[in-house]
């Protein structure tokens, strides 16, 4: 079974640049997570789509960053315009349904954001 | 507000060695734990979840218990190997939560050596 697809891997960029990451979920997983990883810290939830509608994104810093899913599939982060502080690994993650549900979430590889 | 904290934040111990990772959250009103490994450069893999209602869950060499009342939680790994070293994270969803977010700990970087 194919896993979490995520791009690009690495991406060097800018401040006040903008900057757009890919993930392609689990085939069949209706629910979509988008999270942030700095470097030693825990991931943080950005925002949770449950097929292509926004569960919660109470986290997610919405003067810059924005986060669309559209037909309930793929899925791309924004972040416009970049800050020093972004610099961190951008963790998608895909389950069946909703984690209450049991359901466990598989992660892909993040893209490692870099803000010069 | 649910935080959750690990200790340490490194490890590094010899092979062969039994070993505890510890993981404490300040809001006891959970619906589960989990314990997720990170190895450099790639995602995260859950290696167990516990329910709320459940005290521990074994898989092969690993053991996590659960004590709600004192928020807290261990990871137990048996005669730790060199490709055991990675980084080790606890996760919670709170109780109240009706979206199932994790509230992850900081993690902590287990170094076994040969």
């Known amino acids: 079974e194919a896993g979490v697809a995520q791009s690009p891997r690495y991406k060097i960029i800018e401040k006040r640049q903008s900057v757009a990451f890919w993930c392609n979920p689990i085939s069949g997983h209706a629910t979509l997570y988008w999270y942030q990883q700095i470097l030693g810290q825990g991931p943080k939830l950005l925002i949770q789509?449950?097929?292509?509608?926004?569960?919660?994104d109470s986290q997610l810093p919405k003067d810059r960053f924005s986060a669309e899913r559209l037909k309930g599939v793929d899925s791309t982060l924004k972040i416009q315009p970049a800050k020093l502080e972004d610099s961190a690994v951008y963790l998608c993650?895909?389950?069946?349904?909703?984690?209450?549900?049991?359901?466990?979430?598989?992660f892909g590889a993040g893209t490692r954001l870099s803000v010069l | 507000k649910q935080e959750v904290t690990q200790i340490p934040a490194a490890l590094s111990v010899p092979e062969g060695e039994n070993l505890v990772l510890n993981c404490s959250f300040t809001d006891s009103a959970i619906y589960n734990l989990q314990w997720f490994r990170q190895d450099p450069g790639k995602g995260l893999t859950s290696l167990l979840l516990i329910q709320s209602s459940q005290r521990e869950q074994t898989s092969g060499r690993l053991n996590a218990s659960l004590d709600k009342s004192s928020g807290r939680s261990t990871l137990y790994i048996a005669a730790s190997q060199p490709g055991d070293s990675a980084t080790y994270l606890c996760a919670v969803i709170h109780g109240s939560s009706n979206t199932g977010k994790l509230i992850f700990g900081q993690g902590t970087t287990l170094q076994v050596k040969p």
């Open positions: 789509f449950q097929n292509n509608g926004v569960v919660d």
């Open positions: 993650a895909s389950s069946l349904g909703r984690a209450l549900g049991g359901n466990i979430q598989y």
